[in-house]
């Protein structure tokens, strides 16, 4: 346990913070004036800067064993506003640079500016809005203000809604209006919980909040209100109805950035309000009945996807499901338990190996879809064989979604369970033993048909570069799977190091 | 029961009203209309609470420029909204509705009234740090001093807000210019307006923008209020919306936070950290950043109400 | 009662009345005006939270209204996003209703790979 005054002490590396979140901030700017070609190579260029600044920032968490802190202007919180990193930033910085960077690959070919124009509608915004969301997501990972996170979260906002009618067909402008409403409803309802803890302790710092909440009305339906706001950000059954339109009629190299990061920006705040904002609050009920709403994400998502004809709603709606675990986190990891290691790092574990399965999963689809022309899985016959590449990014990811070893989401899965059943939640256990099975079955439903013998004509074969982007992030979550005991005690670094002693 | 509460009564009551008239309008325009009295109302709402920084921007952004959004776009869906009353949703579902909103405004209500007394408040941290940035008015510190990290990245979302209008833009449309705002053939009266309070505005916008330091006013309101004066000034067709790929036009819009950016990244060097202000230099160096910020309001606030661009050339 | 209070009591209503335009009216541009006066109420009881806060010779807390502030600026964005996607919807199909179930919501083929 860190004392609560030494977590509000800048540390050593804190500067990193704030070139970490300047630095996309700048590439939005450069790329919005200099516009056409410059906004992709600026993009592009930035992209390997901010994954040394991640891996520079993950580093020196993992060093001191504590958060890195910053006070902005050197004004300290309550007047200031701080950034703080700890195990969970880190390994999100570093998964958010690398998902960006190869959706930024991958979308070289679509976004490309033609040539003979300065400057194109589609390939500009493109740039642009992969950086914002890029800038919004390093800010809600190390944002420990709850106004500044609000600002992030309106960030991200911004940037994602419009990736998804990048098309400008009316199926794509239908789906981001909708987007759109439940993204506003959040904000506004997560902005009024923010004024009445305001209002009850006159800071919206993390640190300080967790040393002064108590379990008054006011906390309680603000802790309701923004729950409920962030909770239709990461679309959580039954808030999820804008999701499976929205990330399935995006471009591929957005559905892989909406599918795999977006939704855990949201997700992340979720995390700091239970575990580091709200730690002092008598929540079990409120935990266990997120992690129930979680169940029952697990289960509809699931069954909703093996019913679906096309693959990337397919994908989407597995999305939904994989969505479900995160919440487990909520029952398996809150008060003093020694089953709540398990349950933290099982819940880490699925962000992580979800976003890099699912953003794999994404850009071998696009390919599909380029390839074939159509992405009905019923005409898959032969397909394997003809781009084998594609169709093993999109098994690895697949793997990983079931939760079969070796791979970062059976690691997840598996501490999941432990926890649960260490904690005495049977119905936990068996619905993740349940969704296993059911991803078993959507992921066979692509699998089988594609493997089958077929002769099958492509309209063009997929790039290998862009195949490759596919299988490198597929392979990092395999590869999660064979994370060292170095790495969990990374993840812990930070945990609880608020919370309030009751 | 004073004169000032009968009449801080008939306020609320009235913002009530009219409140109720922007959701029950039968016709998307009465409700637009509704909703921009809404605005000014609110206003006086936020003068009553001391808050006369935030009564400006409420004016000038809540209801003046929202108004114009909203009534251009209102009069553009004019016809469809009469198509679609007969699609409106069942008598349940509007009971339900209320019921969950009755539900949802006690409880807000009754947590409000249960707020502690005395007030937790920063007055006292933000009176004690106000001398160094030596400014006057404590809002304008607190936006671009201590919490200048929120402003800066709120400016990107107004920034990332112009490409996601720009982004729904025709293919063939891409480096042209919105849609003009106002009629071929503007009438006498629209042209007096513009000839007569445009200048006037731009006095008022430049007063509140330099006095902002000290007493309420600032980057905020000015730059709103600016913004005005070139929306009425394109109405009256006295001024075309500037094409997209302009380049003062995008040097305009990111001006604000790259200045600031530039500042926040030069006091590591001048004052030990990212976004402090030397001791002594805060005031010339806020009002510095203030004036780029101002040009980038009055530009941004335009450029999305004139939305994307629908002709392939432009001024 | 103090105008604060009062002021709260407004915000309170104002969040309610939001929320029932917000379901009840199918139209976007309805549903955006309701989400206007859900943010203005949100914004109230900012205000009244900056009042009560009155200290130092300062007759408001000043951190609370500078958040409002920044607020309007950004609902104000909501609004224009909203808007051009309404307009370029309804340029598209004549559509200005959201909650209809269409087919047009799933992905056409070609979309899907684009």
């Known amino acids: 346990m860190i004392e609560t005054a030494a977590a509000l002490e800048p540390t050593f590396g804190g500067p990193l913070l704030v070139l970490a979140i300047l630095l996309p901030v700048v590439g939005v700017l450069l790329s919005f004036v200099l516009g056409g070609r410059f906004a992709e190579r600026v993009a592009l260029a930035l992209a390997p800067v901010g994954l040394v600044l991640a891996l520079a920032i993950a580093f020196l968490v993992w060093r001191s064993g504590a958060p890195v802190v910053y006070n902005i202007a050197g004004l300290a919180p309550p007047l200031g506003i701080a950034l703080r990193a700890d195990g969970l930033s880190g390994v999100m910085l570093v998964t958010a640079a690398l998902i960006v960077a190869a959706a930024g690959f991958y979308a070289r070919a679509t976004f490309a500016t033609p040539e003979g124009s300065t400057e194109a509608r589609a390939p500009f915004a493109f740039w642009i809005l992969l950086q914002g969301i890029w800038a919004a997501l390093i800010l809600l990972f190390i944002g420990a203000d709850l106004f500044n996170l609000y600002v992030g979260l309106e960030l991200l906002t911004f940037a994602a809604v419009p990736l998804v009618c990048l098309s400008g067909k009316p199926e794509t402008l239908v789906a981001a209006l909708r987007y759109l409403m439940f993204a ?39 802790a309701g209100l923004m729950t409920a706001g962030l909770l239709a950000k990461t679309a959580l059954f039954p808030l999820h109805l804008w999701l499976p339109p929205a990330h399935a009629n995006a471009p591929a190299a957005a559905s892989a950035v909406l599918s795999g990061l977006v939704v855990k920006g949201s997700f992340v705040v979720v995390v700091r309000l239970w575990f580091y904002v709200l730690p002092a609050l008598p929540g079990d009920a409120a935990q266990v009945f997120l992690g129930a709403l979680g169940s029952a994400a697990i289960l509809f998502g699931s069954v909703l996807a093996l019913r679906q004809p096309r693959l990337k709603l397919l994908i989407a709606y597995s999305t939904l499901a994989q969505i479900g675990y995160l919440f487990l986190i909520f029952p398996l990891a809150s008060g003093q338990h020694p089953w709540t290691i398990d349950g933290w790092n099982g819940g880490l574990m699925q962000t992580l190996s979800h976003a890099f399965a699912k953003a794999a999963m994404f850009l071998s689809a696009g390919l599909i879809a380029e390839s074939l022309g159509h992405d009905r899985i019923a005409e898959f016959t032969g397909a394997g064989r003809a781009m084998p590449v594609t169709f093993l990014a999109l098994g690895l990811g697949g793997l990983s979604l079931m939760g079969l070893p070796p791979s970062g989401g059976f690691a997840a899965k598996w501490l999941l369970l432990r926890a649960s059943v260490a904690a005495g939640h049977w119905v936990f256990a068996l619905v993740l033993l349940a969704g296993g099975l059911l991803a078993a079955g959507y992921v066979f439903r692509i699998l089988s048909p594609a493997l089958a013998d077929g002769s099958l004509v492509l309209k063009s074969p997929p790039q290998r570069s862009r195949e490759h982007a596919a299988l490198a992030l597929a392979v990092v979550a395999v590869a999660l799977g064979f994370a060292p005991q170095e790495f969990f005690d990374f993840l812990q670094i930070g945990r609880m190091a608020v919370a309030a002693q009751p | 029961m004073s004169v000032l509460q009968i009449l801080d009564v008939g306020l609320a009551l009235l913002v009530l009203a009219v409140a109720v008239w922007t959701i029950a309008a039968r016709e998307i325009f009465g409700a637009v209309v509704a909703y921009v009295a809404y605005g000014l109302l609110l206003a006086i709402v936020w003068i009553r609470l001391f808050a006369p920084d935030v009564a400006l921007t409420e004016a000038a952004i809540g209801s003046g420029v929202t108004g114009i959004l909203l009534v251009t776009s209102g009069a553009r869906l004019k016809s469809a909204g009469k198509a679609s009353a007969a699609a409106k949703p069942g008598l349940s579902l509007h009971l339900s509705a209320a019921a969950l909103s009755l539900l949802a405004a006690t409880a807000l209500a009754g947590v409000i009234l249960a707020l502690p007394e005395p007030s937790p408040t920063l007055a006292p941290e933000a009176r004690q740090e106000l001398a160094a940035t030596g400014l006057g008015n404590p809002v304008t510190a607190v936006l ?60 008022v916008g430049v007063h509140i923008f330099w006095v902002g330091a000290n007493a309420p006013g600032g980057a905020f309101q000015a730059g709103a209020i600016l913004a005005a004066m070139w929306m009425i000034v394109m109405i009256a067709r006295a001024s075309e919306p500037p094409r997209v790929n302009s380049l003062w036009l995008r040097l305009a819009l990111i001006s604000g936070p790259a200045v600031f950016i530039v500042a926040g990244l030069a006091g590591i060097g001048m004052a030990g950290n990212f976004f402090a202000y030397p001791d002594g230099f805060a005031k010339p160096i806020i009002l510095f950043i203030e004036a780029f910020m101002l040009l980038t309001i009055a530009a941004t606030l335009p450029v999305l109400v004139a939305g994307p661009p629908r002709r392939s050339f432009g001024p | 009662m103090t105008p604060s209070t009062l002021a709260g009591l407004v915000g309170a209503a104002l969040v309610g009345l939001g929320l029932y335009g917000l379901i009840v009216n199918p139209q976007p541009l309805r549903k955006i005006l309701a989400f206007n006066l859900i943010g203005s109420g949100v914004f109230l009881v900012f205000g009244i939270v900056a009042r009560k806060g009155a200290a130092a010779g300062f007759p408001f807390d000043p951190v609370p209204q500078a958040m409002v502030i920044t607020g309007i600026v950004v609902a104000f964005a909501a609004s224009a996003l909203a808007v051009a996607l309404i307009l370029r919807l309804h340029e598209e199909t004549g559509q200005v209703l959201l909650d209809d179930e269409n ?12």
């Open chain 1, 184 to 222: 506003l409803f959040g904000s506004v309802f997560y902005l009024l919980g923010a004024a009445l803890l305001y209002g009850a302790y006159g800071t919206l710092d993390i640190v300080l909040l967790s040393g002064r909440v108590a379990p008054l009305p006011a906390v309680w339906l603000a």
């Open chain 2, 144 to 203: 671009i001093a201590w919490r200048s990290f929120d402003t800066m990245l709120e400016k990107i979302v107004l920034l990332l807000a112009v490409v996601g209008v720009w982004s729904v833009a025709s293919d063939r449309f891409w480096g042209g210019a919105p849609a003009p705002l106002g009629r071929a053939n503007p009438q006498g009266a629209l042209l007096l307006l513009e000839q007569t309070l445009v200048p006037l505005g731009i006095l």
């Open chain 3, 103 to 114: 087919p047009a919501s799933l992905p056409s083929e070609q979309g899907a790979g684009k």
